[in-house]
């Protein structure tokens, strides 16, 4: 990995990078993508379009142009192949409500001095917030899942399981991507009541609803059933504290028969907690909207399943995004 080289001009590229995030989040609010399409359209057309101030929605094309997202001829705007195929609804690859999230938390990020200074949170865990907001976590997190799922679902084995527990799977991405590469397992999504209609519209979409269902409850306060011989824990550990982690795999590990196998699936620190970039920089996402979430090590994690009777733990070498791995161990 190349060095960062640090000087005045650096620095400040690194400081006014936000300028341009910014400009990203106003245009997928706005819709900008969508409503431009594959026409070409001028700035008083598409102010007209999405409701917007054609002088300052200049100012906004012309910028996302200077990005390369937009191409500007004359007076017209074309959305770019990227844009269309990452930032249009009309898209079957949208990211825009991971962006969207993003942009619900940037007014914490701007006051992380302050969390540093407390040791507190800045902001209400999503899974409190409004249905808006709610909507941009929980379909965020498809966002993600679905353009990773496919790529390290056929490289887990679970041939000879018949039942996956997809413990807090929200919107159920995994648990669908599980059962449409392994054609005689069956999977049920854990997750809070609201996460409900999400999920059941995802698993739809997928046409796997007669081998996929949905368990309202709260992990950390609820009972889960058993009978599973597999679970899949996918990004939900970094929001507690390590009792509240080793409470969540006791409880996915309680859920598994003895012999089934527990996969933990996290964005990996180091041993020294220093590194790589995305989870030492995701621990802070957590200092601002936990009480005492945080990024951990394969180290960390490997212990805490040790903790709870799960043996034979071993990382998976998996292709993962932003440092992302898969840890793996089978319940005693």
Known sequence: MKTREWNAGTLMELSGSYWETCALHAAVKLDVFTAIGKNSLTAGDLAQKIRADKRALGMLLNALSAMKLLAKAGKTYTAGKEALEFLSRDSDRYIGFMIQHHRDLMPAWARLDEAVAKGAPLRE???????????????????????????????????????????????????????????????????????????????ARFGVSDRVDFIGGNYLEDS???????????????????????????????AVESGGTVMIHEFILDDAMDGPLHPALFSLNMLLGTDAGQAYSGEQIAGMMESEGIRDIRRLELPGAHNSGVIQGTVS
Not at 132 to 157: C, Q, S, T, W, Y
Not at 226 to 247: V, Y
């Open 125 to 203: 865990r999503a899974s409190f917030e409004d249905a808006e907001r709610r909507e941009h976590f929980l379909m965020g997190m498809f966002n993600i899942a679905i353009n990773l799922a496919p790529k390290i679902v056929p490289d887990i084995d679970l041939s000879g399981r018949k039942r996956l527990l997809d413990f807090g799977g929200g919107p159920g991405t995994y648990a669908i991507q599980f059962c449409l590469h392994n054609p005689g397992l069956k999977a049920s999504i854990y997750d809070l009541p609201t996460s409900r209609p999400f999920a059941e519209k995802t698993v």
């Open 224 to 254: 889960v059933p058993d009978g599973f011989d597999a679970a899949w824990l996918s990004q939900i550990l970094h929001s507690e504290n390590p009792d509240g982690c080793r409470k969540i795999i006791r409880k996915a590990a309680g």
